[in-house]
């Protein structure tokens, strides 16, 4: 019942900027977590920053100081600002979403993924 639609994604240079959006579509009452994960070839899917409904905010060790996640909560969109991008933030980057669909039901989503290639 959630569509998460995720753009932002490419090829930059060492030291460059990106910004991730991804917007929650479909039918639910509310959504309580949104969040990045990303995954590198042949390597494990890892939690890049999460961000909950009243305003927590939690990063990977390996991305502070340099992304920041935000939400906008009247759009059910979450970003995520990339800067002094390094070789080894090259992943897929996926969206992700703990939606509430009524009292008794919440379901995690996840987009379809993003390429991010920083290169040197």
């Known amino acids: 019942q959630v569509q998460l639609v995720e753009s932002g994604g490419g090829l930059v240079q060492a030291g460059g900027s990106l910004r991730l959006s991804c917007a929650a579509s479909?039918?639910?009452?509310?959504?309580?977590?949104m969040g990045w994960y990303r995954q590198a070839p042949g390597k494990q899917r890892e939690l890049v920053a999460l961000?909950?409904?009243?305003?927590?905010?939690n990063y990977a060790d390996s991305v502070k100081g340099r992304f920041t996640i935000s939400r906008d909560n009247a759009k059910n969109t979450v970003y995520l600002q990339m800067n002094s991008l390094k070789p080894e933030d090259t992943a897929v980057y996926y969206c992700?979403?703990?939606?509430?669909?009524?009292?008794?039901?919440?379901?995690?989503?996840w987009g379809q993924g993003t390429q991010v290639t920083v290169s040197s």
């Open positions: 992700n979403a703990l939606a509430r669909q009524n009292y008794a039901l919440e379901y995690n989503y």
């Open positions: 961000a909950n409904s009243g305003g927590s905010i």
């Open positions: 479909g039918n639910f009452f509310s959504i309580s977590t």
